[in-house]
C-alpha cells in the first residue's frame, strides 16, 4: 500500500500522503488520489478486495464505486496516460525496495 501511496502523491504532487489516505471533505481530487491507490492495491497489485476492504476501514461498496470509477475514467486518454505512469512508478518503487532488501 505504501508504494502504491507514494507513487499517486508523486502523480498529484498537491496532495500530501495523509490527504491521498484520509482525503479532508470536499476535496474531490484527494479522494480520486485514494481511489486510484485502492485500484492500483486491486488491479495492479493483486490484492484481494477483502483484504483491501479490511486495512482502509470501508465497505465493500465503497471499494467496488472506487474501482468502478477508476475503470471508467481509463477510458479517456488523458487519465489513462497519467495513470499509466503512477503505475509504472509504483513498479519502479517496487522493484527498488525488493532491491534493497535483497541486498540488506
Known amino acids: ?3 502504491c501511496t507514494i507513487a499517486v502523491r508523486d502523480g ?5 500522503a495523509a490527504d491521498i ?9 484527494a479522494a480520486l488520489a485514494r ?4 485500484h492500483l492495491m486491486i488491479r495492479e497489485c493483486g490484492w484481494p478486495k477483502r483484504r483491501v476492504v479490511e486495512m482502509e476501514e470501508r ?3 465503497a471499494i467496488n464505486r472506487a474501482l468502478r470509477t477508476i475503470d471508467a475514467r481509463l477510458q479517456y486518454p488523458r487519465f489513462a496516460n ?3 505512469a503512477i ?3 509504483a513498479r519502479e518503487l517496487l522493484t527498488l525496495i525488493v532491491a534493497q532488501e535483497e541486498a540488506a
Open 1 to 3: 500500500m505504501h508504494v
Open 82 to 84: 497519467h495513470y499509466q
Open 59 to 61: 465497505s465493500r461498496e
Open 12 to 16: 498529484f504532487p498537491h496532495l500530501s
Open 35 to 38: 481511489q486510484v491507490v485502492m
Open 87 to 89: 503505475k509504472t512508478h
Open 21 to 29: 489516505l484520509d482525503p479532508p471533505h470536499e476535496w474531490f481530487d
